[in-house]
């Protein structure tokens, strides 16, 4: 293998252990680092006989991940309760407290910003809770999807590059 195809396999496998790690703590879209870290490979070295297919099912996999990451925070949402004001409210808390307390400030501000608007709107602090818990669930389950669709996405890519 020439040095430059080796420090272009290095370099792709490092962005995509930040796309990894940006999934694992979403600070970062960790699996559209990860398919735009494999096109940039497939497009320096060459796709050969499976990297197209390869790179268009982590395709379809990092958005289908995407949507069902959105479709379960808002089933989560559903289910519990909440209202349309308090996931937006959850949603701004959310960012607030993303740069507040960089990353451990998203998860507290988007759930003090959904049950304090629950708990305005309902003045019942278990009906509050039981919309937290349902965004909390939904927004759990996609969480878990995503990382599995990031981790299929860099075994797929490893799988790709690996010498037979």
């Known amino acids: 293998m020439p040095i430059s195809e080796l420090l ?33 490979y497939g497009l320096l070295t060459g796709f050969g006989e499976n990297g197209g297919q390869l790179l268009a099912t982590m395709a379809l996999l990092a958005v289908a991940s995407g949507a069902a990451r959105l479709w379960l925070a808002k089933s989560g949402a559903s ?10 409210l959850g949603l701004a808390l959310a960012v607030i407290g993303f740069f507040v307390l960089p990353v451990i400030g998203a998860p507290i501000g988007g759930v003090l910003g959904i049950y304090l608007t629950e708990y305005s709107r309902t003045q019942d602090k278990a009906k509050a809770w039981q919309a937290t818990h349902g965004v909390l669930l ?27």
């Open 138 to 164: 939904g927004f759990g389950a996609g969480y878990l999807l995503e990382v599995a669709a990031a981790l299929v996405m860099v075994g797929m890519w490893i799988v790709w590059v690996w010498p037979e």
């Open 8 to 40: 272009i396999l290095i370099l792709t496998g490092l962005v995509m252990l930040v796309g990894l790690a940006g999934t694992i703590v979403p600070v970062l879209p960790g699996p559209t680092l990860i398919l735009l870290a494999v096109a940039g």
């Open 79 to 88: 289910r519990g309760g909440a209202s349309r004001q308090s996931m937006l």
